[in-house]
């Protein structure tokens, strides 16, 4: 996959804040997203006894099966400190070295993190996909910022996420009796296509599939690392 450098990866607070500031100004919020026959799921895992962070990305059909079509994994030593807000600094790196692997272009990403969502409108889903110039989701299991209603208990249900009198979001019930997740545009799509496209990507559970999928793939690769740290 072709990465755009637009900034290098600061160490500096200040600075961190003022990239994501003026790259918010790219975001592009669009319905027309182009044809979406592959999706890729993202996550990143870190090890609490090192500075090391490890990422995965899996690319998959959007079949009745999302069929796996490809998957990548990463491991960087941490450059940035563990910051709400300013986390894209400390994983897009080390996810950016997943993409780079792939020889699938996904047409879409998910995130396991916040688009807009976010208090200067640019989580990693944005982040990333500013970068990539890809379509991008963020699909978060926390909220990081606004207030919502609550939303009922029926799959599909939703609640708008309201930040700064602005709509970022919504919380969205993907699976019965379990609590919603954050859903947001990250780049090159709109909330009402990243709502239906969440509940099309379910399989029975909370997290959207490519997510887990990659959520599973990164924790593994977690483990296998620290067993065999521990056995050299």
């Known amino acids: 996959m072709h990465i755009k450098r637009i900034h290098s990866w600061t160490k500096n607070y200040k600075k961190a804040v003022q ?27 870190y090890d609490k006894h090192s500075d090391r962070v490890f990422a995965a990305v899996i690319v998959f059909a959007i079949n009745k099966k999302l069929e796996k079509i490809e998957e990548a994994t990463a ?60 379509p991008a989701i963020g699909c978060a299991k926390s909220c990081l910022v606004g207030e919502y209603s609550e939303v009922e208990n029926n799959v599909g249900a939703n609640s708008r996420l309201i930040y700064n009198d602005k709509t970022v979001g919504v919380a969205l019930r993907t699976k019965l009796n379990t609590n919603p997740v954050f859903v947001s545009v990250g780049h090159k799509t709109d909330l009402s ?6 509940l099309k990507i ?31």
Not at 21 to 44: F, M, N, P, W, Y
Not at 109 to 129: E, K, L, T, W
Not at 207 to 230: C, D, F, G, S, Y
């Open 193 to 198: 296509f990243a709502i239906q496209f969440i």
């Open 19 to 45: 990239i994501q500031q003026e790259l918010s100004k790219s975001v592009i919020i669009r319905k027309d997203h182009g044809k979406i026959c592959t999706v890729a799921g993202a996550d990143v895992s």
């Open 75 to 134: 491991i960087e030593k941490a450059r940035f400190p563990y910051i709400p807000g300013l986390l894209s600094f400390r994983e897009a790196p080390v996810l950016l070295k997943s993409f780079k692997k792939l020889k699938t272009e996904p047409d879409i990403i998910v995130f396991d993190g916040q688009g807009i969502a976010h208090p200067r409108f640019f989580g990693i889903a944005s982040h990333i996909g500013v970068i990539l110039d890809k």
């Open 202 to 232: 379910c399989r029975g559970y909370r997290i959207p599939e490519p997510v887990r999928q990659a959520h599973l793939l990164v924790n593994t690769l977690r483990m296998q690392n620290l067993k065999n740290t521990r056995t050299i």
